[in-house]
């Protein structure tokens, strides 16, 4: 668990309206303190919502690589979603994820993999690079890999 002295710690986190297709609400997650739920249903591969952040560089993306909430949209930019994110940025990973990212013109964006029941949490395969810090996962999934990186 992260401390709310550690930089980067979202201490207001919300879901912005303007990137979502459906209702969503945070809670407490099992998985790891905040999560992202749906408040209805959402039907198979559907946009559910957009990851949003300040855009930085290369460099500008390495002196911030202790920063929890980036994602790299290209070899070139990156998005920080601890500066202006829409909510994905609080959605957590699983090995047995009910979202997938896919990247279209610039843009990160969610898409449902299958129906997800209302009150379900929403979940994402991080698919950390194994030449990355290996982090241990706790998402409780039947088929958890023991951690967020993959081969």
């Given at each position: 668990?992260h401390s709310?002295?550690?930089p980067?710690?979202?201490r207001?986190?919300?879901i912005?309206?303007?990137y ?7 809670g ?5 303190r ?5 408040d209805?249903?959402?039907?198979r591969?559907?946009k559910?919502i ?5 855009k930085i ?6 002196r911030?690589?202790d920063t929890?909430y980036?994602f790299?949209?290209d070899?070139?930019w990156?998005l920080?979603g601890s500066?202006?994110g829409s909510g994905?940025?609080?959605i ?5 994820p ?12 969610y898409f449902?993999l299958r129906?997800i029941r209302?009150?379900e ?5 991080y ?5 990355f ?7 409780g999934a039947?088929i958890c ?5 993959v081969?």
């Amino acid at each position: 668990m992260h401390s709310e002295n550690e930089p980067n710690f979202i201490r207001n986190p919300a879901i912005d309206p303007r990137y979502v297709r459906f209702r969503l609400r945070l809670g407490q997650s099992r998985i790891h303190r905040w999560g992202v739920y749906a408040d209805q249903r959402i039907p198979r591969g559907r946009k559910v919502i957009e990851y949003t952040g300040e855009k930085i560089n290369r460099r500008e993306a390495k002196r911030r690589e202790d920063t929890h909430y980036l994602f790299e949209v290209d070899p070139y930019w990156t998005l920080d979603g601890s500066v202006g994110g829409s909510g994905a940025e609080l959605i957590n990973h699983s090995c047995d994820p009910n979202l997938e990212t896919r990247i279209l013109k610039g843009h990160i964006l969610y898409f449902s993999l299958r129906p997800i029941r209302k009150g379900e949490e929403l979940t994402v395969d991080y698919n950390f690079g194994w030449h990355f810090e290996h982090v241990k996962c706790d998402c409780g999934a039947k088929i958890c890999r023991g951690l967020i990186n993959v081969k």
